[in-house]
């Protein structure tokens, strides 16, 4: 059965239905402005990171703004983009399995489609897959920066898997994907900068040695919300793949600029609408937002406006917080604006994304790649 939206284009944002993704609209549009503006002041390329959105509606919003195109990190993903009309796509991830492979190879008959590799034996599976389907797929060697997650030692380990990846009849070596995502949350704005220029600096390092072998690179991708200023005027890298600053949540909100100040590059846009449902006692408020309508990997959501009070516990279809000094003595019925601990999984739990201008529902956009893991 097909989930209704929870809003009607032109109606009062205080009728839309309870608990729903809403997006600052104003907000929102300054953020995608203002990265996009910093990073061509700073001579790189935006490449976003759909996987916050997981929206063609927002991705080509993105790209109207200048993107060279988007990431995902799910060839699902790509797919839902390839179909919304995004006609370059990054797999910011390694793919393994002939049918996920193949899923792949047949979207790079349709537009330009990268991955990223880490393995010899996945670079073999990868050309394989897109010699079933006369595809030409490009491929970025994944180097660990820093993150301890996917890609192989800079230096000669990535000069050898390039050469690996060259060697392939229908790969095309693309570059290097150097992401440093530890460095993105480190509060201390000093620390996080310093982990992305030692990113920058053995990124620059293998990009020479793989120049000086023949092999030189297209694209060299990383780069977050927390560091994009350094990525994108290190001169080492082309392409910024921040996602979150569309949005932003409470996770980035804690860190701090030069100042010791939070940092103030971004705007928070998104928000979960919820509605007070019970006030069992006087100190006690209950919304109708629980686990199923926010992600708590990151700390439960802030109450928006709210000097930092937060919910304090939830349940699947609960929320829960208590009354402190000098907040509203919410009613049942009131609306509640909640900060998402970490906007990238809240939106996956959602079906669409509320649009709101002047308190008016200006847009209602299907989260199309909703439940896209695999």
Known sequence: MHILPPAEVGMAADQVDTPALILDLPRFERNLERMAATVRRLGAGLRPHAKSHKCPAIARRQLELGA??????????????????????????????DRKLDRLAALATQAWVGVCVDNADNVAAVDAAARRFGATVHVLVEI?????????????????????????????????????????????????????????????????????????????????????????????????????????????????????????????????????????????????????????DSGMPLIHGMSGQSVQRASDEHGVFDLQPGMPNFRCGAKVRLVPGHCDPTVNLHEWIVGIREGIVECIWPVAARGAVF
């Not at 082309?238 to 409470?250: C, K, L, P, R, T």
């Open 68 to 97: 060279v195109g988007v990431c995902t990190q799910k060839v699902s993903e790509a797919a839902v983009m390839v179909d919304g009309g995004v006609a370059n796509v990054l797999v910011t991830n390694e793919v393994v399995g």
């Open 144 to 296: 660990d920066v820093g993150a301890k997650r996917c890609g192989v030692p800079p230096g000669q380990p990535a000069l050898d898997l390039a050469r690996a990846v060259a060697e392939m009849r229908n790969l095309s070596f693309a570059g290097l994907q150097a992401y440093q995502g530890r460095a993105q949350h480190i509060r201390d704005a000093g620390e996080r900068h310093d982990a992305a220029r030692q990113a920058a600096a053995v990124t620059a390092e293998t990009v020479a040695l793989l120049e000086r072998n023949g092999l030189p690179c297209t694209i060299v991708g990383g780069g977050g919300t927390g560091t994009y200023e350094v990525e994108a005027g290190s001169g080492v890298y082309n392409e910024v793949q921040a996602g979150s600053y569309i949005f932003m949540d409470a996770d980035y909100g804690r860190n701090l600029g030069a100042d010791g100040e939070s940092v103030r590059d971004f705007e928070q846009s998104l928000f979960i609408l919820s509605t007070v449902m019970s006030r069992p006692t006087a100190e006690r408020v209950i919304v109708d937002a629980g686990l199923k309508a926010y992600s708590v």
